[in-house]
């Protein structure tokens, strides 16, 4: 962002594409931001969605104890040292016999940065369905099932929204591909895309400590964010700036992420498109008034990138994020 400022940076975010997290303009009040670290203060999941010209869709029947017999789809806890796509690339293996191929984020669940599920969709590519034979402790078997007469019983009736969500996207993709890319980043944390629209313009939210770039709010692990989920520190970082009283904040979606897994670096950042709003049902041609001088309100003006930020809110063309 050094070279290209707010316009490289925008560009690179609804592109698909990571930035350097290069520090974090706010953070956890009383203490620095923990370092994420796999199985100590993290819990990454990975889950895929197949889906088969028959309209079928591929699920594993559990063999943990409690849950054993009993369906899901393919899913499991991420390792140290993976990145989000190998982990699922194994648990898929692993489960089911068969390799694949991500095609997109479909949803991130998150149940404050502690617990963080990534759903795919994604095709095999290779490998053998999973039968009878081959049961051990990852899985019993693997087996296609017609998508509106899935067997029973499910170990958990949440899968059911993802299923649909993937036959959704393959009738009409909302969203771009959205892949991690693989950029280190000690912390679980937000970029934060923070957007005010009037009639004709649209403005983003740019922090103005060093270089200008887009504003980065790290994730505590408190109890009071824990219980909020990952948008306090999305409001946390807002307060800071602007009077939130008379304004509505909504977090969007995704816009993309970044991970690596390597060299201890178990953090993740994500690109987060947010909508700042007058509650008023009057006509603003002006943003709020920024307070302090870590922030300012930057016009885009580049015909492309207000072409595809309004069109990106305007159909709302984002990964989802849900609690």
């Keep these: 962002m050094a070279s290209e400022g707010p316009a490289g940076a925008l560009a690179a975010v609804l592109g698909g594409r990571g930035l350097g997290v290069q520090g974090c303009d706010s953070g956890p009040a009383g203490e620095p931001p923990a370092p994420a670290r796999l199985r100590r203060n993290v819990c990454y999941v990975v889950l895929a969605v197949f889906l088969n010209e028959q309209d079928e869709v591929l699920l594993i029947q559990e063999a943990k104890r409690e849950c054993r017999g009993s369906w899901y789809l393919p899913a499991g806890r991420m390792e140290p040292g993976e990145t989000i796509l190998e982990a699922l690339q194994r648990e898929v293996e692993e ?33 053998i369905l999973k039968t009878s034979k081959e049961a051990d402790a990852e899985s019993l078997q693997a087996a296609w099932y017609p998508r509106t007469s899935l067997p029973a019983p499910l170990r958990a009736h949440d899968i ?23 950029l280190p980043c000690s912390l679980v944390c937000q970029r934060l895309v923070a957007t005010f629209t009037s009639v004709q313009s649209v403005w983003v939210l740019v ?7 887009l504003p980065v709010t790290a994730c505590g692990f408190s109890p009071m964010e824990q219980r909020g989920g990952m948008k306090v520190a999305v409001l946390r970082l807002l307060q800071e700036c602007l009077a ?31 909508t700042v709003a007058f509650r008023d049902a009057g006509v603003h041609s002006e943003p709020p008034k ?26 709302s063309s984002v990964v989802p994020v849900n609690r």
């Design 95 to 127: 489960e089911a016999g068969l390799r694949c191929e991500p095609l997109t984020l479909l949803s991130l669940e998150e149940r404050g940065p502690s617990w963080v599920r990534f759903a795919f969709l994604a095709r095999p590519t290779g490998g």
């Design 160 to 182: 059911l929204h993802l299923v649909e969500l993937a036959a959704q996207y393959r009738q009409h993709a909302r969203h771009p591909c959205v892949l991690p890319q693989e």
């Design 207 to 213: 922090g103005a400590v060093g270089l200008p770039h």
């Design 244 to 274: 939130l009283h008379h304004l509505a904040v909504e977090t969007e979606g995704l816009l993309g992420l970044q991970h690596l897994g390597r060299d201890r670096a178990d953090g993740i950042c994500l690109n987060v498109l947010v």
């Design 290 to 315: 920024i307070r302090g001088e870590n922030f300012y309100w930057w016009k885009v003006v580049e015909e492309d990138l207000q072409r595809q930020l309004l069109q990106r809110l305007q159909e």
